[in-house]
């Protein structure tokens, strides 16, 4: 079966500081892998997603990034941390052609 | 640009008694809808889909309804059971690459 990892599950950073968030699959190969976010009081956004190692399709313009070193590893970073990048990211990935997203179970990401 | 909206921040139902969640979208492209359900502080996990060839889609205690002409979507839960309480979110994608949320919906079962 499959299972998506995504660690750590809260993260409390200071303003300026760096960001490495990451996120991996297992029991599945060439999946779709997701970046969104869900800020206080609003939906999911989707901020990237990848269709294969080193593809990766931004969203919105943003303080942040994406990477995708290995087929089932998907990370999201950023050089410097802004008050307005708290929120809570999530993972996700499915399996093509299949639309349905299966998510991990979050980051809680406060920025101070 | 919101292109899937759920209007109704929260809705509170009575156990046993039916839950209707709403929701409408925008772009003509979306051919694919999904409601997720989600606990605080957990991923959303998927509950029901349905492609915009069909009108509808039963399972178990839940059935999505899709209109096309007008753009809406709608989740029936029935009976609501206190378990059911949690946030769902409508989304829609315009092929098999990416879904696009609305902003939830906090559902509440009273006991």
């Known amino acids: 079966s499959q299972t998506i990892h995504q660690w750590p599950a809260t993260l409390v950073q200071p303003v300026g500081s760096p960001l490495s968030l990451e996120c991996t699959v297992e029991g599945t190969s060439n999946p779709n892998l997701y970046w969104y976010r869900q800020a206080a009081g609003r939906g999911l956004q989707l901020l990237f997603y990848s269709v294969g190692i080193g593809q990766i399709s931004s969203e919105v313009p943003q303080n942040l990034s994406a990477s995708r070193p290995q087929d089932r590893q998907f990370i999201l970073s950023s050089k410097k941390l802004l008050l307005s990048d708290s929120g809570f990211y999530l993972c996700?990935?499915?399996?093509?052609?299949?639309?349905?997203?299966?998510f991990g179970q979050g980051t809680r990401l406060t920025v101070v | 640009d919101q292109q899937v909206k759920q209007n109704s921040p929260s809705l509170s139902v009575q156990e046993g008694r039916i839950s209707i969640l709403n929701c409408d979208y925008t772009n003509s492209m979306f051919d694919y809808f999904l409601w997720y359900k989600k606990y605080p502080a957990e991923g959303p996990t998927f509950l029901i889909s349905i492609s915009s060839i069909k009108d509808k889609n039963e399972d178990g205690r839940f059935t999505v309804f899709l209109n096309k002409s007008a753009k809406h979507l709608s989740l029936h839960i029935v009976p609501s059971q206190p378990g059911d309480s949690a946030v769902y979110f409508c989304a829609a994608s315009p092929g098999a690459q990416k879904l696009v949320f609305g902003q939830g919906t906090r559902l509440t079962i009273n006991p």
């Open positions: 996700a990935w499915s399996r093509p052609p299949d639309t349905e997203a299966f």
